[in-house]
């Protein structure tokens, strides 16, 4: 059974920090892996979409990583700023998503 | 492209009635999930369709829950007989294709009192 977690849960960090947030998967058959923000009582918006035969992606200051065979994701936020807080999700793709429990950040001025 | 439609936007209700919840999906997208988000947890999958059909239910979609998507295009979610247990955050997306990224609607949250 595919399992994701995701650490930390929650992270507090001042503004212009560089950050990674960690996302583990058990089984390695997947199609693709996303990660998402998710703001306190919304929807889910897509960052960022690596797929099964791709190494990183990037957007901006985000950069995501997919090692497959370890069963590893990160995402890179670089010169973090306040309008970054939010939860980030992953979740890997399967034909349906399962997601991580999320981590939740907060960057402070 | 207007994204991902979900309504209503919020939904109080009081213990044993019914609701339904409509998600409409990017036009050309043939897949169209559902997804059920409690609070400080990461969605969890509920079922699919592929145009009309649909190919998986989880074992999270008691017999009180029933899907339709009869044209391929909108989809409705109901609840009969509400509990307090599932009040959450129902959130639809879409794909054009299996294994395709998935675009999320802006979900509706259900409180059952």
């Known amino acids: 059974k595919q399992e994701v977690t995701q650490i930390p849960a929650a992270l507090s960090v001042p503004e212009g920090e560089n950050l990674v947030l960690n996302c583990s998967f058990t089984?390695?058959?997947?199609?693709?892996l996303q990660w998402f923000r998710q703001d306190p009582g919304k929807g889910l918006t897509s960052l960022l979409l690596?797929?099964?035969?791709?190494r990183e992606q990037t957007s901006g200051r985000l950069n995501a990583s997919l090692d497959k065979s370890s069963g590893r994701s990160t995402l890179y936020i670089a010169a973090s700023q306040p309008g970054d807080s939010a939860t980030y999700l992953c979740?890997?793709?399967?034909?349906?998503?399962?997601f991580g429990t999320g981590t939740r950040l907060q960057v402070f001025p | 492209d207007t994204g991902v439609s979900q309504d209503p936007r919020h939904k109080i209700t009081k213990r044993g009635q019914n609701v339904t919840f409509r998600c409409d999906p990017i036009?050309?997208?043939?897949?169209l999930y559902w997804y059920r988000q409690t609070l400080g947890q990461g969605p969890e999958f509920l079922t699919y369709?592929?145009?009309?059909?649909?190919?998986?239910k989880s074992r999270l979609l008691s017999d009180r829950f029933s899907a339709e998507r009869p044209k391929g295009s909108f989809s409705t979610l109901e609840i009969q007989r509400t509990e307090q247990g599932d009040s959450a955050m129902y959130l639809c997306?879409?794909?054009?294709?299996?294994?395709?990224?998935?675009?999320f609607g802006p979900g509706t949250r259900l409180t059952v009192l």
């Open positions: 997306a879409s794909s054009s294709l299996g294994g395709n990224e998935q675009f």
């Open positions: 089984d390695s058959a997947i199609y693709n």
């Open positions: 690596i797929q099964s035969s791709q």
């Open positions: 979740a890997v793709n399967t034909d349906k998503l399962i």
């Open positions: 036009s050309e997208h043939n897949r």
């Open positions: 369709f592929q145009n009309e059909a649909q190919l998986e």
